[in-house]
């Protein structure tokens, strides 16, 4: 019995302002799951047809797939409300940086600032990223 293939695909682009290029990112998605069940059902042989467990279990099998998406999703925003949270907490203490050239760079956290989402604590003027810290001490109280 023949079986024909399925094309549909969908494809996301990772459309990001200010960008030249774009990159198809492939993923099955819901609908072309069914599509390939329809493929299934309507290709099957009718005098040896597939059992219905495993139709349930490929059902299940993408429905964990699709909670782990999720729960990934919701990581990645936890994530980045830590940091967020993170630098805030940082604001009035004298903090220990390693600047890009390799040198140790000590200044009172002003603010922080939002990179592509990325919080920035700003020292001495200049914007650094979190991963660029080394130390935090409390700054001296002045009454």
């Known amino acids: 019995m023949a079986i024909n293939a399925i094309n549909s695909v969908s494809t996301l682009t990772g459309a990001s302002t200010g960008s030249t290029s774009r990159m198809p990112i492939q993923t099955l998605g819901q609908e072309d799951f069914l599509k390939l069940l329809v493929a299934q059902l309507s290709a099957q042989d009718p005098m040896n047809p597939q059992k219905d467990t495993e139709f349930i279990a490929q059902m ?3 429905s964990s797939l699709e909670q782990s998406r999720a729960m990934q999703s919701g990581i990645t925003g936890l994530r980045s409300d830590q940091q967020i949270l993170q630098a805030n907490s940082m604001i009035g203490r004298t903090v220990t940086l390693q600047n ?3 040198t140790a760079v000590t200044g009172v956290v ?5 990179q592509s ?7 001495n003027g200049e ?3 979190l991963s660029q810290l080394i130390g935090v001490t409390a700054s001296p109280v002045t009454p």
Do not use: D, R
């Open 100 to 102: 890009n050239s390799g």
């Open 110 to 114: 002003t603010g922080v600032n939002l």
């Open 127 to 129: 914007a650094y990223p």
């Open 60 to 62: 299940a099998q993408f």
């Open 117 to 123: 989402e990325t919080p920035q604590v700003i020292v």
